[in-house]
């Protein structure tokens, strides 16, 4: 079983930054790949960005390419997510997940889930 545990989210203004953590625990971390999803008010969970299990790999959704990056440090069991120039659009509860199999932009590949941090931008 993995434990994982978000933090960093907050209510910041339109342009600003914020970097998300995940903290994991309960399995080799190096052996999972991760992701980070997000779901705002009255949609559906989305996909933002994935990382494999070295960190050599990543994927990046289109909405956030360019100003979201995920990064992960094995040593600490631990995945980001720097968020830059945020916007209105990108308020929503975000979740990192860890595939024990999978890199993937699909829920449902996805074996393990955060409780989710909430990030709000204001404009």
């Known amino acids: 079983q993995v434990q994982l545990v978000e933090s960093g989210g907050g209510l910041v203004q339109a342009g600003d930054s914020l970097t998300l953590s995940c903290a994991a625990s309960?399995?080799?971390?190096?052996?999972?790949?991760m992701g980070w999803f997000r779901q705002g008010p009255g949609k559906e969970r989305e996909f933002v960005a994935a990382?494999?299990?070295?960190?050599?790999?990543?994927d990046t959704a289109d909405s956030v390419r360019g100003r979201f990056t995920i990064a992960r440090d094995n040593a600490k069991n631990t995945v980001y997510l720097q968020m830059n120039n945020l916007k209105p659009e990108d308020t929503a509860l975000y979740y990192c997940?860890?595939?024990?199999?999978?890199?993937?932009?699909?829920?449902?590949?996805?074996?393990?889930w955060g409780q989710g941090t909430q990030v709000t931008v204001s404009s």
């Open positions: 997940a860890g595939s024990a199999r999978w890199f993937s932009r699909a829920t449902g590949r996805y074996d393990y």
């Open positions: 309960g399995r080799t971390f190096s052996s999972l790949a």
């Open positions: 990382i494999t299990g070295g960190g050599r790999n990543t």
